[in-house]
């Protein structure tokens, strides 16, 4: 079974500072797929990255910066010079591409980011 | 990308009634997909919606207490039935685009408080 943990349950950061979000996962398949998403306090769901089990360079985008690393089973999102926009509630998920049903999406349970200023 | 919208945004309910939430994409879908999160969790996947065939439910979920529906491949509907108070959650539906593994676009969600 597939199983996502984010065992970060609240991280409260200073503006500026960075912030690494950790995500650990459990699959048996050989290619799945790694996602993070971010949920402000508004609510919806705004995607920010997905990542194939192929691929295991690092990707940065602005400020974020995610790290996937197959030996230890990790995808953690790193997040340059917080700022308090940045305050919200981020997921990690997990979707196996031999799920005969779909995409379906295995999530953790969030990390709710508190950026000070 | 793929535009969701969801009605309605939020509703507060009566302990025994149901409610139908709508979900309307700007684009043809093969999947679509119904999500709960519950206050404070995480989401969990309800079950998928495929057009032309029966909602597939995961454990947990049935088709009595939530019956979907998806007429054509730009809507879905999913009604929570005989409602009570522990069905206050988050209800979100995603699409997912393409055959492989897109990322999925949600909706912004149905706020639901049931009495």
């Known amino acids: 079974a597939q199983k996502v943990t984010q065992a970060q349950t609240e991280i409260s950061v200073v503006e500026k500072e960075d912030v690494t979000l950790d995500c650990v996962y459990e699959?048996?398949?050989?290619?799945?797929?790694l996602f993070w998403y971010k949920q402000p306090p508004s609510g919806e769901l705004v995607f920010l990255i997905r990542?194939?089990?192929?691929?295991?360079q690092n990707e940065i985008s602005g400020r974020y910066s995610w790290n996937f690393q197959k030996s230890t089973s990790s995808f953690n999102f790193t997040i340059t010079a917080s700022q308090v926009v940045d305050s919200a509630v981020y997921f990690c998920?997990?979707?196996?591409?031999?799920?005969?049903?779909?995409?379906?999406?295995?999530f953790g349970t969030g990390t709710r980011l508190a950026v000070r200023p | 990308s793929a535009v969701i919208s969801q009605k309605p945004s939020r509703d507060i309910c009566q302990r025994g009634t149901s409610l139908t939430i709508q979900c309307q994409v700007d684009?043809?879908?093969?999947?679509m997909f119904w999500y709960r999160q519950q206050p404070g969790q995480s989401l969990t996947l309800i079950a998928t919606a495929n057009q032309g065939s029966e909602a597939t439910y995961e454990s947990g979920f049935v088709i009595d207490k939530f019956p979907i529906s998806r007429p054509n491949l730009t809507f879905s509907t999913l009604t929570v039935s005989n409602m009570s108070p522990e069905d206050s959650s988050i209800y979100l539906c995603?699409?997912?685009?393409?055959?492989?593994?897109?990322?999925?676009?949600f909706g912004p969600g149905t706020r639901l408080t049931v009495l």
């Open positions: 684009s043809q879908v093969t999947m």
């Open positions: 699959t048996r398949d050989t290619t799945y797929y």
């Open positions: 998920a997990l979707s196996d591409e031999k799920k005969s049903s779909g995409d379906k999406l295995t």
């Open positions: 995603s699409v997912g685009l393409g055959q492989g593994l897109d990322e999925q676009f």
């Open positions: 990542r194939n089990s192929f691929d295991e």
